[in-house]
């Protein structure tokens, strides 16, 4: 089952843009972390960021955590066309090794 | 190695048949994962290891799954009497850290795709 919705499901911006993807969850987690899959190929680790931390940065990604509302937001700053991939959040619930993925927000950035 | 290998990448098999998908992780990584991935979908949950120890197996679907790692390094995803709805990507993924260290980043391999026909 999956734990985490991404929203929105599909975003289209113009190269440059921001982008902003948000994911809701349900339980109460430990951490929380991004993954981006470029077509098809294999998940790639972006960023983590633990249930007691707000805000979290990574050259042009900020990622926020809000435990009250169960909901996280990836924004990626100046986007460029190798942005184009599909993006998953993914939970970690405490005393549980299991990660769980949502559905992803598939970002497609026009040249 | 480098990452995280898997074998084969793609499989096509007759349903009924019985296959094995092989996941070399990451020399030194402790936990490894195994997904399965629909198309447009995100990777749904498995099993999990942690060095050879079978620690969650709350994601396979049915008794004919079952995987293994007995020596703590490569793991096997096996799939008796395969079914057409078995077809998707298999997904295998491991991580440094160990069980209860609460910061697992996974490293993923690149899949193996499964069609049953």
């Known amino acids: 089952s999956q734990q985490g919705e991404e929203d929105p499901q599909a975003l289209s911006i113009q190269e440059g843009e921001n982008a902003t993807m948000n994911c809701s969850y349900k339980t109460s987690i430990n951490n929380l972390q991004w993954y981006r899959q470029n077509s098809g190929r294999g998940l790639v680790h972006l960023i983590l960021?633990?249930?007691?931390?707000r805000e979290k940065h990574s050259g042009r990604l900020r990622v926020t955590l809000d435990t009250s509302k169960k909901s996280s937001s990836l924004l990626i700053t100046a986007s460029r066309a190798a942005d184009t991939a599909s993006y998953f959040c993914?939970?970690?619930?405490?005393?549980?090794?299991?990660?769980?993925f949502g559905t992803g927000t598939r970002l497609t950035i026009i040249p | 190695g480098a990452g995280v290998s898997q074998s084969p990448r793609y499989k096509v098999t007759k349903r009924g048949q019985d296959v094995a998908l092989r996941c070399d992780p990451i020399?030194?990584?402790?936990?490894l994962y195994w997904y399965r991935q629909a198309l447009g979908q995100g990777p749904e949950f498995l099993t999990y290891f942690n060095y050879e120890a079978q620690q969650d197996k709350s994601g396979l679907p049915n008794d004919r799954f079952s995987a293994e790692r007995p020596e703590g390094s490569i793991s096997t995803l096996t799939i008796q009497r395969t079914e057409q709805r078995d077809s998707a990507m298999y997904r295998c993924?491991?991580?440094?850290?160990?069980w209860g260290s609460g910061a697992n980043v996974l490293t993923f391999g690149a899949g193996s795709r499964l069609t049953v026909l």
């Open positions: 020399s030194g990584h402790v936990s």
């Open positions: 993924a491991s991580s440094l850290e160990a």
């Open positions: 993914a939970t970690r619930r405490f005393g549980n090794e299991k990660l769980t």
């Open positions: 960021i633990r249930s007691n931390e």
